[in-house]
C-alpha cells in the first residue's frame, strides 16, 4: 500500500506519523539544527530519547506477547502477559 508501511505484526503506520515520529526523535536528541537539518558530526546516545526508548519497549512487549501465544500452553501465556503488564 503506498504511502504506508507495515511494521512486524502491527498495523500500517503512515510515513507522514513515520516521519513525525523520527523528528520527534531527533529532537530530544537535539540532532536537527533551527532549519529541522541534521547537525553535521552530531552524535549521541540514542537512548537518550525517552520517545524511542518507550517504542522499543513497547515492540519488544508485543513481540514477547506474540512468542508465548504462539508457544506456550494457557498458563504460561497468561504468566507473561501478567508478568510484562503488571506493575510491581
Known amino acids: 500500500m503506498p504511502g504506508s508501511r ?20 531527533l529532537n530530544e ?6 532549519r529541522g537539518r541534521a547537525r553535521a558530526g552530531a ?3 540514542p537512548y537518550g530519547s525517552s520517545t524511542l526508548v518507550a517504542g522499543l519497549l513497547q515492540r519488544y512487549r508485543l513481540e514477547t506477547v506474540l ?5 506456550l500452553d494457557d498458563v504460561g501465556f ?3 502477559v501478567t508478568t510484562l503488564y503488571t506493575s510491581s
Do not use: K, M
Open 29 to 34: 536528541l537535539d540532532l536537527l539544527d533551527e
Open 67 to 71: 512468542n508465548a501465544y504462539r508457544h
Open 6 to 25: 507495515f511494521g512486524p505484526g502491527g498495523p500500517p503506520v503512515s510515513d507522514r506519523d513515520a516521519t513525525a515520529l523520527a523528528q520527534r526523535i
Open 78 to 80: 497468561a504468566r507473561t
Open 43 to 45: 552524535r549521541r546516545d
